[in-house]
């Protein structure tokens, strides 16, 4: 069974950095893509980065530039590294597994809350 488990979230103030983990069981983490995606109160989820298991990222335009995602494959862990925060970037981050072929199930941990304060 997969297990994917977020952790870093908390308070911060606004211009400030955070640093969120995903560390991932039950699946074999390097043939994964894995993504950071949020929800904000009263808006639907976004996508935020995403890492292929070839190491190739890309980024959501609102946080391009602020945010880096990166993967260490010997601790089966996922980073977000989120810098320069803004009060938008407020919301609960999702980590997502799913192996590269169409039709994948995608796996998701419980969600870990950033609060951006101005």
């Known amino acids: 069974q997969v297990r994917l488990v977020e952790s870093g979230g908390g308070l911060v103030q606004a211009g400030g950095s955070l640093r969120l983990s995903c560390t991932s069981s039950?699946?074999?983490?390097?043939?994964?893509?894995m993504a950071w995606y949020r929800r904000a109160p009263g808006k639907q989820r976004e996508l935020v980065a995403t890492?292929?298991?070839?190491?190739?990222?890309n980024y959501a335009d609102t946080v391009k530039g602020r945010f880096t995602i990166s993967r260490d494959n010997a601790k089966n862990t996922v980073y977000l590294q989120m810098s320069s925060l803004k009060p938008e970037d407020t919301a609960v981050y999702y980590c997502?597994?799913?192996?590269?072929?169409?039709?994948?199930?995608?796996?998701w941990g419980q969600g870990t809350q950033v609060t951006v304060s101005s």
């Open positions: 997502n597994a799913k192996l590269e072929y169409v039709g994948a199930p995608n796996y």
């Open positions: 039950g699946t074999i983490f390097s043939r994964n893509a």
């Open positions: 890492i292929s298991s070839s190491v190739t990222t």
